[in-house]
């Protein structure tokens, strides 16, 4: 099957600018997952769908950071103004369901630079 | 919340060697343990996992161990190869809510 897609794998703009990030998970995956990874560290949730509802935004900077999953497929992240503290490698994860312990696909994520 | 600490940050071994590396995890409700490989520009790949009513766990090379009173668990790989270097990534949650990751091991297994 084919795997967790994220476009684009690299973005580089100034601060204050502002970007979107675009994933498309395995079919049937009802649950979808947007991590950040800054240089050195493992990934740090920050929003989580079920379907097409938010089910864990708590670690979402929402003054800047917004994301939607409609239709529950496609997934689209966006910083709005981006900061130099944003640098990092967003990460795009599915999984079958939320209910069980199945396994959290990742996509190849997209590295933002923020100058 | 829960916090996962991992060590070594790095850790270089000779191919065919063993290599350890360790976590431990704070919340002592937390019952899911995966592991994770992240290769140069891609995402992270598990490997192997552990829930809390095991001890251990082998697939080939690889097992991992947990010890729950102490909350601290631990992946082993055997039989080391060029092509296990990678960060590795260690995990925790509870039931299915969302994974904690520890910050990652440089493995570098040298010929």
């Known amino acids: 099957e084919a795997g967790v897609a994220q476009s684009p794998r690299y973005k580089i703009i100034e601060k204050r600018q502002s970007v979107a990030f675009w994933c498309n998970p395995i079919?049937?995956?009802?649950?979808l997952y947007w991590y950040q990874q800054i240089l050195g560290q493992g990934p740090k949730l920050l929003i989580q769908?079920?379907?097409?509802?938010?089910?864990?935004d708590s670690q979402l900077p929402k003054d800047r950071f917004s994301a939607e999953r409609l239709k529950g497929v496609d997934s689209t992240l966006k910083i709005q103004p981006a900061k130099l503290e944003d640098s990092a490698v967003y990460l795009c994860?599915?999984?079958?369901?939320?209910?069980?312990?199945?396994?959290?696909?990742f996509g190849p994520g997209t590295r933002l630079t923020v100058l | 919340g829960e916090n996962v600490e991992q060590h070594p940050s790095t850790l270089s071994v000779q191919e065919g060697d063993s290599a350890v590396i360790k976590c431990t995890y704070s919340?002592?409700?937390?019952?899911?343990f995966p592991w994770y490989k992240q290769e140069l520009g891609k995402g992270p790949q598990l490997i192997i996992d552990?829930?809390?009513?095991?001890g251990e766990k082998k697939d080939q090379r690889i097992a991992v161990t947990l010890n729950k009173t102490a909350k601290h668990f631990s992946l082993h790989i055997t039989e080391t190869q060029p092509e296990d270097s990678a960060v590795y990534f260690c995990?925790?949650?509870?039931?299915?809510?969302?994974?904690?990751f520890g910050t990652g091991t440089r493995l570098q297994v040298f010929p």
């Open positions: 079919s049937g995956h009802a649950t």
């Open positions: 552990i829930r809390s009513n095991v």
């Open positions: 919340d002592s409700a937390s019952n899911y």
């Open positions: 994860a599915s999984r079958r369901d939320s209910s069980s312990y199945n396994e959290q696909f």
């Open positions: 769908f079920q379907n097409n509802g938010v089910v864990d």
């Open positions: 995990a925790a949650s509870k039931n299915t809510d969302k994974l904690i």
